[in-house]
C-alpha cells in the first residue's frame, strides 16, 4: 500500500480546522468541510462565488436524473440514473466599494475554516482587504439541520476593521448549477419564482425524470431589500453601508421540499415547502441550531470513542463517525447511501453492497433504526429487483451492482451481470441485524420475503459442474474485481450456502412461532412446496474450494494457479494499476483488488479456527493490492487478530484519515463515505476485538503500542456497552440499560453499570 | 442447427437466376448480386433508382472513415475505423412519357436478374408498362473487370415493344451515398467536378481519413446529352425519343481511383484518374467485359469443382468459389478480406481471423499468390500490432481482433484483448503456406519476421502457473466466444507452442540454409542471443490440457466440469441465442460457440490418431451451437473422415447455399465472404478426403449418398491435381505440371497426366 498522506488540516480532537487557505486543495476541502443530514448535502464551496477552481455541489438524497442507454443485448442493462447537483441554495455575492469579494482576485488574511464535530457548524471567515476602503471581516456559518431534515441555516456576518463604503449583498437560490459527469450540463427547468423583501422561492423540476425541488428561504439583517427573479435564479439584494466598528449579520433559513415521485402535483408542492418555510424559517439561525444541535449531544454523549495518546487517530475516527451519522441516520427508509454520499457526484451518488457489507455494520452498533431502515430500502426495491432477475433469465430477486432507484444503474455488462453478490451482502446484514437486535418482526415479515427471493435467485443462477456434481456459481466476479468471469467463488458460495441454510432454517422458525406471518409470506411470494428441499439439497451440494492439508480457501476455482506477482516489484508509480496496467493484464494475476476470502473469515470470523484464519491471511495478505478504500480495514481486523499488531495500527492509520490527509488523491471528488465505517471497525472490531456473529457478543481487545488507552461504545438491544483498554487492562460496563452478557477473552461475563475488569493479556499488548 | 432454407432462386449450375421480382427479399438480392474485384465492390441495387427498402452500397477496399473514441483504461483500443460506402457509379435515372421508372411503384412485367458465374456478369431486364404510353423493355448489364481493378462497365439497353414518345435519361456519378451505421450519415466532401456530353468525373475526400477517391466516367449512346454537375453529384442527361421497334443502348465506362496515404496530391489523383479512364473507357463495354472474361475462362478451366447428382450443391459450391475470386484474388497485399467483403457495411469492412484461419486455405490451393498476398498484408501491419502488442503491455506483435490498417478497431475490450488468438492463426497460415508452396523466399525474408515477433508476444502474454510450474495463456478467449476470460484454452496454447516450435526450426533451418537472412532478421528484429531457448523451453512446459483415459481435449481449465446443457432442450425459437438469452448466460455452459478443440483437430490433422479425434468429435459435436457461419464445415470435415456420412453431408448443405438460401436471414446484410471457403473446405477437406498438414498431401475421398459423382481440382506449385469420386472409384491425376506423390487411403502413389484409379473403400461409402 505504497500511500501517503497530504495533511494540511490541524489536529484536534473535535474540530477539523483549515487555517490559512490553500487553494490549491479547493476541491478536497469542499469535500471534507460537506454539511449532510441524509435528506440533503452541500459541499463546502465559497457561498459567495470564487473564480478559481471548485465544485458547487448541492444535493438531495433521491433526486436524480436519467440518461437513456440504448438496448445491446439481453440482460445489460439500459437504466443509467444518476444522482443530479440541485439547487445552490448558500448563493451569496458580496461588493463592497465596487470590488466583487472573490477569494481567487480579492485580498484578504487571517483565512479560517472549521467544522465543528461536537454540533455539525461549518464556519469559516477571514479579513477582507476591501481595495483602497479598508478591511472587513466576513463570516460565514452553515448548518443543515438533524432535526428538520429540509431546513438549512445560513449565517453571513460583515464587520469593518476600518472598512468604509457602501456594500452590496445578494442572498439567492439558483438552480443553474451542473452537473459535472455530464460536460457540465444543468438539467434543471424551474416552473415557478417568487420573491419578495422578506425571501424568495423557486420550484424546480428535473429534465428527464421530473423530480420535483421547491426551495425557499427567509432572510433577515439589515440594510434596504429589494427582490429579484430571473432566470433559474431568485433572491433578495440588500444595500447598505458599513463604517469602521459597523456590524451586520445576516440569517438566511432555507427549506428545501423534494417530490420524487414522477406526475407529483406542483401545487402541492409549493404549498407544502412553503408552509414548511413558514413554520422552520421563523425561528431563526440560533434557536434552529440549537435544536439541531440537541442530536449531536445526544449522539456523542451515549456512543463516543475515545483514543488517548493519538490525537490524529482520535481526530480521524470522530470525523468517520460524525460523517456516517450525518450521511445517514435512518430518517427514510426510501434512501440509502451513495459511494460519495451527499459531497459529490462521483460514482453518480449510486448505493453499492458497501452499504451492507461495510457500512450497515457500524449503523447496526450505532443507530440500529438506521440499520433496519437499510435493510427497508431493499425490501421496498424488491420490486426491481424481481424484474432485474427476470431480465437476465433467473428466478427471485436480482439486486443490483449500482442503483438509486432499485434499477441496475451499472452498464458494464462484466460487472453487473457477474458482481452478483449484492443480494449475498443483503443477506448477511439481515442475518446479522436480526442476530444482533431480536428483531422477529422485521424478520418474519421484510427478512423472510427477502431471504426467500434471494435463495430463489442463487438457486437459480447457480448450477451444477457436469464432472464433480457439486453446485456453484459459474460466470461471477466476486469482491476481488481483479477477477473476472471465475466459478466457484469461494465468497459467494460460501455465503449462497448460509442464504439458503438461513432461509430454510426462518422457514422452519416461522412454522413453528409465526405460522400466520408463514401463510403471509407463503401467499406474497407463491412459496412451491419443494423449494425450501431444493434450497437446503443445493447448499449441501454447495462447491467450497479449499485445500484440505493448509486449510486455506481457494478464492476461485483455479485460483491456486494463478500466475504470481511479486507485489514488492510493481514500481511505486504504477498505482493504482488501472491507470497504468493494461485493463486486461488486471485479471491474470493472483494478486486480488481486496480481500475475498478474508472478507467471510471476518463476517463469520467465529467459525473459523485461529489458525485457519492465520494460514489464509497468510497466503493472502501479500497478494492483496488494496486498490479499494474497503479493503485494508478487513486486513488490520484480521492482523489483530492474529497478533500482527504493527501490521494491523498501519491499516488502521490509513482508514481513519483517509479523506483528512486525501491518502488516494482523490478526495476533491466526495468523501469515500462508504468507507468511513472502516474505522470505526478498525477500533471496534480491529484494536476493541469485538466479534458479533457469535452466539453471543465476544471481546478480546488489544492495544496499539503508540496509544494510551482506547475506549468505545456500542448500542446492543436496550443497552449501551462500553469497552475501555489501557495498557493494563479492559474494563467493560454498560452506560445504559439492563446487563448484557459477553465473552471476554473466551469468558463468559455479565456485564452491568459496575462493569468487569480484566487483565490485558500480554499477547495483546502491541 | 436449427436452420432453414429461404430458397427464391433457380437452380442452375453456371447462373443465378432471380425470376420475377422479390421486394421483400430486396436487399437479400442486393447482396448475392453484388459484383466485385478485389479492388472495389458493388451490391446488386438498382441502377436506376428504387423508392422501396433498398441499401445503394459501392465500397471500395481501403477507403474507410475513422470514428474517435475516448480513452477508458490502458489497453482498451481508441481506434474505431470502418469501410465507408462510396460513389454510386452506377447512378442512372430514367423517365418516359412523365413517368419515373422506380420499381417500388411503376408496372412492370417479366422481371428476370442473373449473375453468371462464368463471366461475372449481372445483367437485369424487365418490360415497364409506361402509363397510358405501352411497353418498352428495359434491360441494364454491369460488371467490374478482373484485368483492370479500376474500371466498371455498365450497359443500359432501351427497346420499344409498343411505347411511342420522349425519354429522359440521366448517367451520373454521385458521392451523396450514406453510411448505414452511422445514422445514415454521408462522409464525403467533394473536392473537384467536371462534366461535359462525352462524361464527368468526380474528386471526392472522406471527411476524416482524408482518403481521395476520383470517379469518372465516358458515355456512349443516342440522344442529346447535356452536362451536369451540382452538389455532389455529376453526369451526363439524356433526352429521345422512341417508338415501337426503336432500340437505344447507353454504355456507361467507369474509372475508380483510389488514393488511400493521408495526404496524397489531389491533383495526381485527378490525372492519374484522368488518364485511366481516357486508356480504359475508350475500348467499350463488349471489349472490356472479353478481356475480363478471359480472367474466368482461365480460372474455371483450371479450377472447377462439379457435383454430379445434386445440383443445389453444385451451384452453392460455384458461388462460393466465384465469391471467392471475385472478392480477392491477390492483386494488392495492402488489401484483405472483410467479413461480408464488399458486399455491405455491417462488421465494418473488418478482417478477422477468419482470413488466416478459413479463406487461406481456400487460396492456397487456388491461388497461391493471392495466400502470400494475404500473408504480406499481415507483414506490412507488423509495425501495428508492435504498437499494439506494447499498448498491451506485451512484447512482440499483437494482430488486432478487427482490422482495416492494422489498428485494433475492436472496441469490446473483454474481445479484444482476450481473443488475442490471431496471431496464432497467422503462425498457422505461414505454417501452412511455406509447407504447400515451399516458398523458401518469404519464410526467410517476412515469415521469419513475422513468427519472431509472434513469439515474442506469446512468450511475454503467457505465464506460469505458481502451481502446475506450466506455462500459457491466462485471460483469454479461444474461438469458442462463449468463454470469456479462460486459462490455458487448448486451441490456443497447443498453436503458442507449434509458433515457438516452428519459429525455432525456422531460425536453426536459416541458420545452416540462409545466414546471411538470418543476420538480417537478427538486425531487424533485435533477436536477442537467449530468446529461442526462452520459447522452447515455454514450448517445452506449455500446458495442453487433455483427459490421458479418453484422449478428450479440454478446452479450457474447467471445461469438463462447466454444467451442460442439452442443446435439443433450448427451443428453436431461441436461437441465435445471443438474441434471446442473457448475455451473461451464454458464457456459462459447455455448449460453445464453434469448433475449438476440432479445429485444431482439422489444422493439425495428421498429428492425431483416428481413436482421439472420433472421441474428441463425440464429445464436442452435441455441445456445438454453431452460431458462427464458420462453425459448420470443420464438423462436416471430422464427420466425414470418421465415417458419419449423413451428419457430414447435412453440415455441408448448409454451408454451400448460406447466403443463396440466406440460412442465417442476415444475408441483405452482406454475403457470409469470409464462410464462403467453407463449401471449398467441405468438398476438398470433407468429402474429398484431402489433408495437406502432413508430409506430403493425402487423399481419403468418400461420397455422400446422393452423389453420383463429384470431382476437384487443386493447384499445388506446378501441378494441377484432379480428384474425381464416384460411388466405385477414385480417378487422380494431374492436368498440369509435373507429376505429383501423394498418398491415396494410406498407400503412397505417383500422380502424373495418365492418372490412377483406387476402389472406392465400401466404409467411404455413405
Known amino acids: 500500500m505504497p500511500k501517503v498522506a497530504d495533511q494540511y488540516l490541524s489536529v484536534d480532537p473535535w474540530l477539523i480546522v483549515e487555517e490559512g487557505y490553500h487553494p490549491d486543495r479547493s476541491r478536497v476541502s469542499e469535500a471534507i468541510f ?117 431546513l438549512g441555516g445560513q449565517r453571513v456576518t460583515l464587520e469593518s476593521v476600518d472598512f468604509k463604503g457602501s456594500v452590496d449583498l445578494v442572498f439567492a437560490l439558483d438552480f443553474d448549477t451542473f452537473h459535472e459527469a455530464s460536460d457540465r450540463k444543468n438539467f434543471w427547468d424551474v416552473l415557478r419564482r417568487e420573491a419578495g423583501p422578506g425571501g424568495a422561492a423557486l420550484l424546480g423540476r428535473t429534465q428527464n425524470t421530473s423530480k ?48 420524487f415521485s414522477k406526475g407529483a402535483a406542483e401545487a402541492a408542492a409549493w404549498a407544502q415547502g ?12 440560533d434557536a434552529a441550531m440549537a435544536r439541531h444541535r440537541t442530536y449531536w449531544d445526544r449522539l456523542w454523549n451515549t456512543l463516543d470513542c475515545t483514543i488517548e495518546g493519538d490525537p ?46 461495510y457500512c450497515l455494520n457500524f449503523y447496526l452498533f450505532n443507530n440500529p433504526a438506521a440499520a433496519k431502515n437499510l435493510l427497508l430500502y431493499r425490501h421496498h426495491h424488491l420490486p426491481q429487483a424481481i424484474a432485474r432477475a427476470r431480465e437476465i433469465d433467473c428466478e427471485g430477486a436480482c439486486f443490483p451492482f449500482a442503483t438509486i432507484n432499485g434499477e441496475e444503474d451499472c452498464g458494464l455488462w462484466w460487472i453487473a451481470n457477474t458482481e452478483i453478490h449484492v443480494g449475498l451482502a443483503v443477506f448477511y446484514a439481515i442475518w446479522h441485524y436480526t442476530k444482533i437486535t431480536g428483531d422477529k418482526e422485521f424478520l418474519y415479515k ?85 423449494e425450501k428441499a431444493d434450497w437446503l ?47 486486461d493484464r488486471l485479471y491474470r494475476y493472483d494478486m486480488h483488488k481486496q480481500p475475498d476470502v478474508l472478507l467471510f473469515l471476518f463476517f463469520f470470523n467465529r467459525s473459523f479456527s485461529p489458525a485457519v484464519k492465520k494460514r489464509n491471511y497468510d497466503y493472502y495478505a501479500p497478494r492483496c493490492i488494496h486498490e479499494s478504500s474497503l479493503s485494508p480495514a478487513i486486513h488490520s481486523i484480521l492482523a489483530s487478530e492474529i497478533g500482527y499488531h504493527a501490521e ?12 483528512l490527509d486525501n491518502y488516494n488523491r482523490n478526495t476533491r471528488e466526495g468523501l469515500h463515505t462508504t468507507s468511513l465505517s472502516a474505522a470505526w471497525m478498525n477500533l471496534v472490531y480491529g484494536f476493541g476485538g469485538m466479534r458479533s456473529d457469535g452466539e453471543r457478543l465476544s471481546f478480546e481487545p488489544c492495544i496499539p503500542r503508540k496509544w494510551k488507552s482506547y475506549s468505545y461504545r456500542v448500542l446492543v438491544r436496550e443497552s449501551v456497552l462500553e469497552v475501555r483498554v489501557d495498557k493494563r487492562e479492559v474494563q467493560l460496563r454498560t452506560v445504559q440499560g439492563p446487563p448484557v452478557e459477553v465473552d471476554v477473552y473466551g469468558r463468559r461475563r455479565r456485564l452491568d453499570a459496575e ?6 493479556p500480554a499477547a495483546r499488548r502491541a
Chains 1, 2 share one sequence.
Request: net charge positive; aromatic share 12%; hydrophobic share 35%.
Open 34 to 150: 460537506s454539511s449532510a443530514n441524509e435528506y440533503m448535502g452541500v459541499r463546502g464551496y465559497f457561498d459567495e462565488g470564487y473564480s478559481g477552481d471548485r465544485h458547487v455541489g448541492s444535493y438531495v438524497n433521491g433526486v436524480y436524473e436519467a440518461r437513456k442507454i440504448g438496448r445491446s443485448y439481453k440482460g445489460i442493462s439500459t437504466s443509467g440514473n444518476y444522482m443530479v447537483n440541485t439547487v445552490d441554495w448558500l448563493h451569496t455575492r458580496i461588493s463592497a466599494g465596487g470590488e466583487v469579494l472573490d477569494l481567487h482576485r480579492s485580498k484578504f488574511s487571517d483565512f479560517r475554516r472549521s467544522l465543528d464535530m461536537r454540533t455539525g457548524l461549518v464556519s469559516r471567515s477571514f479579513i477582507w482587504h476591501v481595495k483602497g476602503r479598508g478591511r472587513m471581516r466576513v463570516a460565514f456559518e452553515r448548518f443543515v439541520s438533524m432535526q428538520d431534515a429540509k
Open 648 to 659: 494491523a495500527y498501519d491499516f488502521a492509520k490509513y482508514a481513519s484519515r483517509l479523506d
Open 446 to 530: 421484510q427478512g423472510a420475503e427477502l431471504l426467500v427471493q434471494l435463495s430463489r435467485f442463487y438457486a437459480s443462477r447457480g448450477q451444477y459442474g457436469q464432472k464433480s456434481g457439486k453446485f456453484g456459481l459459474y460466470g461471477v466476479m466476486g469482491p476481488d474485481e481483479f477477477k473476472l468471469m471465475v466459478n466457484h467463488n469461494c465468497y459467494m458460495n460460501l455465503l449462497m450456502k448460509k442464504t439458503f441454510e438461513t432461509t430454510a432454517a426462518t422457514l422452519d422458525e416461522m412454522a413453528r412461532k409465526a405460522p400466520a406471518a408463514l401463510r403471509a409470506l407463503a401467499r406474497k411470494t407463491g412459496l412451491k412446496p419443494g
Open 537 to 583: 439439497g443445493k447448499a449441501r451440494d454447495t462447491l467450497v474450494l479449499q485445500d484440505k492439508s493448509s486449510g486455506v480457501f481457494e478464492q476461485n476455482e483455479g485460483f491456486f494457479d494463478m500466475p504470481h506477482k511479486e507485489l514488492k516489484s510493481i514500481p511505486a508509480k504504477d498505482f493504482p494499476l488501472y491507470h497504468s496496467w493494461s485493463y
Open 312 to 357: 490524529e487517530n482520535q481526530q480521524g475516527l470522530r470525523y468517520c463517525i460524525f460523517q456516517l451519522h450525518q450521511t445517514y441516520h435512518g430518517a427514510d427508509p426510501l434512501a440509502n447511501i451513495g459511494a460519495k454520499g451527499l459531497t459529490g457526484e462521483f460514482y453518480n451518488g449510486h448505493t453499492f453492497w458497501d452499504t451492507e457489507a
Open 755 to 760: 462493569g468487569t475488569r480484566v487483565a490485558l
Open 274 to 285: 412553503s408552509k414548511l418555510l413558514k413554520s422552520l424559517a421563523a425561528e431563526g439561525f
Open 212 to 259: 420535483l425541488l421547491y426551495s425557499g428561504f427567509r432572510l433577515t439583517g439589515g440594510g434596504r431589500h429589494r427582490a429579484f427573479n430571473e432566470g433559474k435564479k431568485a433572491g433578495v439584494s440588500v444595500a447598505l453601508t458599513l463604517a469602521p466598528g459597523g456590524r451586520e449579520a445576516f440569517e438566511k433559513m432555507v427549506v428545501n421540499e423534494a417530490r
